[in-house]
Each structure stands twice: as C-alpha cells, then as structure tokens.
C-alpha cells in the first residue's frame, strides 16, 4: 500500500505556528520535527514509551542545561497535543498522516511492546 503524496508545506506551516513553543504542545510538534525552538525550556532529541505508557525524552532547561529523560506526558495525552495542533492548523487528512507518521518515528523505543529490554 503506498501512502498518499504530501507536500512539506504542512512542516513550514507547523514550525512556523509553533516556533516560540508557548505550550507543551507546540514543543512536542518542535520535537517531533526535530526543529530548534527559539525559546527554551523545550523538549529535545527522540522519544521513548515507558512500560507504563509515559513518553519520555531529552528536555532543555532555561540554562541550556540539558536533562537526558523526563516523562513529558501519557501517550494519550501528546497524541492529543498533536490532533489539537493539527486541528489548530487545519492540515488535511494527507498532511495530518504525515505528521502522525513523524509523530511514531519520534518515538524509538516502546517499552510497552512484549519482549522489549529495558532502557538502561
């Protein structure tokens, strides 16, 4: 099954929406972009889902410090962040697939899944 042809406009749209991160949810889609913010705290690098369905990634603090791992929110609760930006936005359905698309990328490991070693 091919999936249906997307321009990258819906990405420029987005960063652009999003880009001074006022909310957790304008910074998950920066992430899942893999986009710099021009604010900081902001969410960094890739994701990981915890046996207990938290997603957990890098976080950048207003120092610069970064923190490897925090739960940034249930797995419900940023595909909810995500559907209301694409809401927001209002990408259709073939730009609104890609971006769920980069959302499942974002994430690396699901410790959900049987037969996963734990993160050390």
């Given at each position: 099954m091919s999936l249906p042809q997307t321009n990258t406009g819906w990405k420029a749209t987005l960063a652009q929406a999003c880009r001074l991160?006022?909310?957790?949810?304008?910074s998950l889609i920066l992430a899942i972009l893999n986009i710099s913010p021009r604010r900081?705290?902001?969410?960094?690098?890739t994701a990981a889902?915890?046996?207990?369905g938290m997603v957990v990634c890098?976080?950048?603090k207003r120092?610069?410090?970064l923190i490897p791992a925090i739960a940034i929110g249930s797995v419900?609760?940023?595909r909810d962040q995500v559907r209301r930006?694409?809401?927001r936005e209002k990408l259709n359905d073939?730009?609104?697939?890609?971006l769920f698309i980069e959302f499942q990328k974002w994430i690396v490991v699901d410790l959900r899944a049987a037969g996963k070693a734990n993160l050390q």
């Open positions: 991160n006022k909310n957790e949810g304008e900081v705290p902001a969410f960094a690098d889902i915890t046996e207990e890098g976080f950048k120092d610069g410090h419900d609760w940023c930006i694409a809401d073939v730009d609104r697939l890609a």
